[in-house]
């Protein structure tokens, strides 16, 4: 668009510049160490670089992190899950764009936004944490409606944390259910 202030990086040997219009200004290297750090933070180290990042992710993280939540006070915990929902969706937001990816398999907040849907006010067994991890990954890589459309309709970050969202939900709703109706098969005893 004419006019309108683009910015275009370019190379010049080891040197790095932006070009805006007809000014040269050079890149700092701290916007390059930023954008390391955050794809670092987005990717939990190593575990988002993993082969099946996402479940990987979930299994060794969403345990401990049920057990560390799970007796907290309600709004406490209300709070944490909103807060790491919407810091998710600002992360993925500004790595898809640094990674030049849609739903980058590099950053792994957003299952874990999802696992936290997934165990609100529920008790904690190793078996219930086993399988909320297995039905939450189950739940987000079907894509059941209408996880399916928020991940294509809705833009950036918010499709990206939305889809897990909606697993976090129906795993939520089953495990309530299986608590309910057969305590023993999650190890829960009277």
Do not use: Q
């Not at 916007?31 to 990717?43: A, D």
């Not at 709070?79 to 937001?93: G, M, R």
């Not at 997934?118 to 190793?126: E, G, H, R, S, Y």
Request: hydrophobic share 50%; aromatic share 10%.
């Amino acid at each position: 668009m004419p006019g309108s202030p683009t910015r275009h990086p370019a190379a010049i040997g080891r040197l790095r510049f932006t070009i805006n219009h007809a000014t040269i200004v050079p890149m700092t290297e701290t916007l390059h160490t930023r954008h390391r750090l955050l794809i670092m933070v987005g990717s939990l180290g190593p575990l988002g670089h993993m082969p099946a990042s996402g479940t990987v992710t979930v299994a060794l993280i969403g345990p401990p992190l049920f057990w560390l939540v799970h007796d907290w006070p309600w709004p406490m915990f209300v709070f944490l899950t909103l807060s790491f929902a919407l810091a998710s969706v600002w992360l993925h937001s500004v790595g898809d764009r640094i990674l030049g990816e849609k739903d980058s398999r590099k950053l792994v907040w957003d299952e874990l936004a999802g696992f936290l849907f997934a165990v609100p006010f529920l008790p904690f067994t190793p078996h219930l944490a086993i399988l909320a991890v297995l039905i939450e990954r189950a739940l987000d890589i079907t894509k059941i409606p209408p996880a399916n459309w928020i991940e294509k309709r809705w833009p950036g970050g918010w499709g990206v944390v939305g889809d897990d969202v909606v697993a976090g939900l129906y795993t939520c709703a089953i495990l309530h259910a299986i608590v309910r109706l057969a305590p023993g098969w999650v190890g829960i005893t009277s």
